[in-house]
């Protein structure tokens, strides 16, 4: 029989149902450090890239919301606080997401247009509530830890594994 035994999981946590509206209501995490950066109510980790995605990869993920297509879901480190109530370091840092949230933030903030032209405030409060703020975008709440170690692993394995598409992939499709 080996000796070998399996490692414990670094994605440890709650699988929670919070709605789009949720990433700008309600009580942000809080930068504690100058090289976090805010995005909606969470935080980006220091060593996270700049958001990446074309402005067309985020019209492309933002209609697809409309469509029905889902959000995927995103990670955060669980939240804590110190005695006094502020966040420690690294709680409520986003660790997998910040493309998807950078699209909605900006067609939140209506920087970014849909289906040749909609805005987010061109849309009846109806539609708003009933097609995109309520709609849930699932979030794997991490148990909180102070273990950067283990937060930047989590990040590496969740953003470095997958193989892009190539152009003849595309081409394969468009036949």
Not at 2 to 26: D, F, K, T, V
Not at 90 to 119: K, N, P, V, Y
Request: one cysteine or more; hydrophobic letters at 35%; charged letters at 20%.
């Amino acid at each position: 029989m080996s000796s070998l035994s399996l490692p414990a999981p670094i994605l440890a946590g709650n699988q929670r149902s919070y709605s789009i509206s949720a990433l700008w209501e309600g009580t942000p995490a809080r930068t504690n450090v100058d090289q976090e950066r805010q995005l909606l109510n969470l935080v980006l980790p220091p060593w996270q890239r700049p958001p990446s995605w074309s402005l067309d990869q985020q019209v492309q993920f933002i209609e697809g919301i409309f469509l029905g297509l889902g959000t995927g879901y995103y990670v955060i480190n669980g939240r804590d606080y110190d005695d006094q109530g502020h966040d420690k370091p690294m709680s409520g840092w986003l660790i997998d997401g910040q493309q998807r949230i950078t699209a909605i933030a900006r067609f939140f903030h209506g920087e970014i247009s849909i289906f040749g032209g909609i805005f987010f405030q061109d849309l009846s409060l109806g539609d708003k509530r009933r097609r995109f703020n309520n709609l849930i975008f699932p979030c794997i709440e991490m148990d909180y830890t102070d273990d950067e170690k283990v937060l930047k692993e989590l990040y590496r394995r969740l953003n470095f594994s997958g193989t892009p598409h190539t152009e003849a992939d595309l081409e394969l499709l468009n036949a």
